[in-house]
């Protein structure tokens, strides 16, 4: 009884917090970037790596009907080697993705925000040789995965500074 009481207690001390500070989701009526959604157009992919990330900008934000911004990006990737065995194999590899992005208005050209994200994903390369190309496949994924999301927090983050649309 006594652990339902306080959940019920943080419950609504959160809730007034958060009242009293000004919060106003993001995505709410109202909210900064609520004006994201469904007008972003992403530049068009060109490999895979850029069609994961696309992929995934355009499940956090929508598809474009009637584009208002244009977010335009450049993809930098690399792979490390990270374990060495005794005898000189490699068994463990990093994965290093830089993504410099700017988020423009289609109508006037002002760039509305830009930046760069940077991230790292890693895979085994200890087992066969499918199961190593199935793992570097997937960590090439979740790292656009990541930076898409990275990317998605800046925007959202930067939409509080936009003139008022």
Sequence with gaps: M?????????????ALASSSCGF???YGPGGPAADLLGKVMV???FDKNSFDLVGRLQERLGRSDVATYRLSYTI???TVALGITQSNV?????????????????SSEAVLASGSVRNFTSYSASGTVVSTAASERDAYLRL???L??????????????????
Excluded: C, H
Excluded at 151 to 165: N, Q, Y
């Design 2 to 14: 006594w652990l339902s009481e306080r959940r019920k207690f943080l419950g609504m001390m959160a």
């Design 24 to 26: 106003v989701p993001a």
């Design 43 to 45: 530049d068009d992919p």
């Design 76 to 78: 930098s990737t690399a």
């Design 90 to 106: 490699i068994t463990r590899y990093n994965v290093t993705g830089t993504i410099t992005y700017t988020l423009r208005q289609i």
């Design 144 to 146: 656009m995965r990541i």
């Design 148 to 165: 898409a999301d990275q990317i998605m927090t800046e925007l959202i983050a930067a939409s509080t500074g936009w003139p008022a649309r």
